[in-house]
């Protein structure tokens, strides 16, 4: 899933939109104004090519007792609303997740995601996301479908595909719930949807796989959070799941949050057929935070309930949720 890091343009060039040429020095106290940075990943991450500093323990290729035994097949989801892969001429650098009919019956909420080593293509999650979609969601994944397009997306991708959304870019898809926005990601791709919610309140929920923030030193940098976060982590050898228990210890007070943890490692089962697991679970949590449907709720938060996270192996903790 690592591709190798190209450190080009670091630092050389002013960017757009808040962006600025040095890279965010974290202190207690400072809060920028927006999450965007000069490194891919945004204030919360670190430069790929410090991976090795902090992850030791846990390297990216570990799997575990509930990793996909074997490649997935590409379906069109299991939900009630079929759903593609495609691209959009009006958000090309990107690829979009939607149901190949637009539903009649129900408004869409929308997601921004961003791909682990936020790499530039928008294929690498598409039995996952294919899955999310056929529920009747419409996401953009960075990069276009047709393989990475070098270098890594920044947390203005993501901000571009909510952009686009709030401007009626999706709306050929079905009726977009423009109040029902999330950004996600895997990895160096949750850490970059973390960065483009920060401060942003258009983006209503935050849902963060197998990452969280790596530096103790940024940690104060989640007061500033608005929203609900969920983190779904790989277990003990994913390297999202000592930085998740400690970003959850450390949310603003009152801020509602769920934890869950599959023993996957940090590579999920987004590549398992319908994205596995991960793909049940992630839309489980959608359809109780933006449906209210609460057979998911259930799911989510009730180790007794029919098909509930816990009876499926994950370890499960949330807070300030009824
Ligand atoms: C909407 O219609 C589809 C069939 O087109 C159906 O499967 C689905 O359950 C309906 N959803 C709701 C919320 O009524
Ligand atoms: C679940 O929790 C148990 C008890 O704390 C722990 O031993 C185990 O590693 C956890 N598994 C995962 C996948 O988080
Ligand atoms: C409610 O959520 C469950 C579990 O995620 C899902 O299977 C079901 O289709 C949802 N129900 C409706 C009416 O959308």
């Avoid at 799941?241 to 089962?269: C, F, M, Q, R, V």
């Amino acid at each position: 899933m690592y591709i190798l890091y190209i450190p080009f343009l670091l630092g050389s060039i002013p960017l757009a939109f808040g962006q600025t040429t040095a890279q965010f020095q974290p202190k207690p106290g400072v809060f920028p104004a927006t999450g965007d940075d000069t490194i891919a990943g945004g204030i919360f991450c670190i430069p790929l090519s410090d991976l090795s500093k902090y992850d030791a323990n846990t390297p990216p290729s570990a799997t575990g007792t509930e990793s996909p035994k074997a490649p997935g097949a590409v379906t069109s989801g299991s939900g009630p609303y079929p759903a593609a892969m495609l691209t959009d001429a009006g958000l090309p650098k990107h690829t979009i997740y939607a149901p190949k009919t637009p539903p009649a019956n129900v408004s869409l909420p929308f997601l921004s995601w961003a791909n682990g080593a936020c790499m530039t293509d928008g294929s690498q999650y598409r039995n996952f996301l294919t899955e999310i979609a056929s529920y009747g969601y419409v996401i953009a994944a960075d990069g276009p479908p047709t393989g990475s397009t070098g270098g890594q997306s920044k947390v203005q991708d993501s901000r571009d595909s909510i952009d686009w959304a709030m401007k009626g870019g999706a709306a050929k898809y079905g009726q977009i719930d423009t109040t029902k926005i999330a950004s996600a990601g895997h990895s160096c791709g949750g850490l970059e949807a973390m960065s483009v919610a920060y401060h942003d309140t258009r983006v209503k929920l935050m849902i963060l796989f197998d990452i969280a923030i790596f530096q103790d030193e940024k940690r104060y940098l989640l007061q500033e959070l608005k929203s609900p976060v969920a983190w779904f982590v790989g277990g003990p050898k994913d390297m999202g799941y000592i930085n998740s228990e400690k970003d959850y210890g450390l949310l603003p007070t009152g801020l509602p949050a769920y934890w869950a943890s599959l023993d996957t490692g940090h590579l999920g089962t987004y590549a398992a057929t319908n994205g596995g697991k991960f793909g049940k679970a992630a839309v489980a949590y959608l359809e109780w935070q933006f449906r209210g449907n609460t057979t998911a709720q259930a799911i989510c938060q009730d180790a007794k309930a029919p098909g509930s996270l816990v009876s499926d192996n994950w370890n499960v903790t949330y807070k300030n949720w009824a």
